[in-house]
């Protein structure tokens, strides 16, 4: 049988809340379509819902209470009554890392920290129970419940944390008090809210305010890593630890040859030797993996056994899983980078695309737009270009109004088609692809290319589309 995660004395203590009735959850949960048999269900209220409305919903679906701010809204059934529903799921999260004895990993970056985040998950899985960030599960609803769900039998806890303004980042890594912190990246993303990426460094920089005598692992390539490794002295990390190509990086990349299917690495940690391999497509692997191994390390890992188990790492959606779908006489080898973007990580991926070897077909990328640049915005989409060009990428279809200023200066014949949003251009992707293509899909999230993933991966949809029908 499960163990229980919260009870209603546990959570009534630490939320000072009312219990009512006595119950067990063996989990939380804020979305009744996610929601599992035996959660407590946390009814928030946002600017465009209320999740009191869906209590009866949690119920039916197995809820085994609710934490809510109305008792009505329980209808005599089990739960836990707040005020304010957000501070009693904080509360909960500062009782649950208040009881964990796990070593805990915090990872922010402007890209890559999904990734790596699910990477460090899977490594230090094997290895112990890993209580760690669903999904993308990094905003100021997401780590809060992230925490909360923290077991107290947890050996380690890994958790990420987002943000598109200054001053997001410090109450949130305030909950999760790591040992060891990680920005993976710095890139001119939300430039919306920023007026330099120096100022998106900064913020970035936020995740050491809770490190005081923890591991700072930072990216040794990017141009602000003195300001970083100042910035987490300054906090009270007692070690600053580096990684990247960087000739003085402690982990540092040698080489790493990029097949179909992944990456084989050679890398020195702290002058050793160190090879493994990555199961996953593009070149950017290399540099999660090497954050994901140094900051094994700065848990009390095995760091052998964590690069041995990078091969072993299953495909995440949205992040590079790769599909291959029959059509018409032949296949099309899909790679799923949907969920988000900006300009380093298409970059990236269509890097990725260019290493990618057609089998009879072509490079395809269905691309949409890069959301929150500001007024850097045009400047990005049309230096797409240069990106397409140089990896020979054949064709591209393009989602979004942004998207208007690569298809300015992007030759006609490698243009494949052109829409407003992703729904428009679906049926044109479908009727432009041809067997033999390797296809890349990448946006940000608010673009919603992952429908036209869901379109090409469903079979009925193929085989209509694949056929000319």
Same mark, same amino acid.
């Given at each position: ?33 996610? /929601? ?5 269900? &946390? ?12 209590? %009866? ?30 501070? !009693? ?28 985040? $699910? ?30 769900? /923290? *077991? ?15 001053? $997001?980042?410090? *109450?949130?890594?305030? /909950? ?26 900064? !913020? ?67 002058g050793d030797a160190i090879?493994?391999?990555? %199961? ?13 191994? !140094?900051? !094994? ?27 291959v779908i029959p059509w ?10 949907s969920y988000n973007a900006? *300009? ?5 991926? /269509? ?49 979004? *109004? ?6 300015? &200066? ?49 079979? $009925? ?9």
């Amino acid at each position: 049988m499960t163990a229980p995660l919260w009870t209603s004395i546990d959570a009534a203590a630490a939320t000072g809340g009312t219990a009512i009735a006595e119950w067990a959850a063996t989990g939380i949960s804020i979305d009744t379509r996610t /929601l599992e048999t035996g959660d407590l269900f &946390v009814a928030l209220a946002g600017p465009n819902f209320d999740g009191h409305d869906f209590v %009866d919903t949690a119920f039916a679906a197995g809820a085994a209470s609710a934490l809510v701010s109305r008792e009505a809204s329980l209808n005599g059934r089990p739960g836990l009554v707040s005020t304010d529903t957000l501070d !009693a799921m904080e509360k909960l999260a500062t009782a649950a890392r208040d009881r964990s004895r796990a070593k805990i990993a915090a990872i922010t970056g402007s890209v890559g920290k999904t990734g790596t985040k $699910e990477a460090l998950a899977h490594v230090l899985s094997a290895q112990g129970k890993t209580g760690y960030s669903k999904s993308s599960l990094n905003n100021h609803w997401g780590v809060p419940l992230s925490v909360a769900r /923290l *077991p107290a039998s947890a050996r380690f806890g890994v958790f990420e944390i987002g943000m598109n303004h200054p001053g $997001e980042i410090t *109450p949130l890594v305030g /909950l999760v008090r790591p040992h060891v912190a990680v920005i993976t990246a710095i890139a001119s993303a939300h430039r919306e809210f920023f007026d330099s990426v120096e100022d998106i460094a900064r !913020a970035k920089g936020e995740i050491f305010s809770s490190l005081d005598g923890g591991t700072a692992i930072i990216n040794r390539d990017t141009e602000f890593f003195p300001l970083l490794a100042d910035m987490a002295q300054d906090a009270g990390a007692n070690d600053i630890v580096s990684f990247g190509r960087h000739a003085e990086a402690d982990m540092r990349l040698i080489e790493c040859l990029s097949d179909a299917t992944g990456n084989a690495i050679d890398a020195r940690w702290r002058g050793d030797a160190i090879s493994y391999r990555v %199961d996953q497509p593009g070149v950017h692997w290399a540099y999660n993996s090497l954050a994901v191994l !140094a900051t !094994a390390d700065a848990l009390g890992a095995d760091m052998k056994k964590a690069a041995a188990d990078l091969a072993t790492l299953p495909a995440l959606p949205g992040r590079g899983a790769v599909h291959v779908i029959p059509w018409g006489d032949g296949t099309i080898r899909l790679i799923d980078d949907s969920y988000n973007a900006n *300009p380093e990580s298409m970059s990236a991926a /269509l890097k990725t695309l260019g290493h990618m070897q057609p089998d009879g077909g072509r490079r395809v990328a269905i691309i949409g737009d890069m959301l929150e640049l500001g007024d850097t915005s045009r400047t990005a989409h049309a230096g797409l270009k240069d990106h397409i060009e140089k990896n020979d990428i054949d064709a591209v279809f393009m989602a979004g *109004p942004e998207m208007s200023a690569l298809a300015d &200066v992007l030759d006609a014949d490698r243009i494949g088609a052109t829409a407003d949003s992703a729904a428009a251009l679906l049926p044109a992707v479908l009727s432009g692809l041809r067997a033999g293509d390797v296809v890349t899909v990448k946006a940000s999230n608010g673009t919603g290319l992952g429908r036209i993933v869901a379109a090409l991966i469903d079979s $009925e949809t193929v085989s209509h589309a694949a056929n000319g029908n």
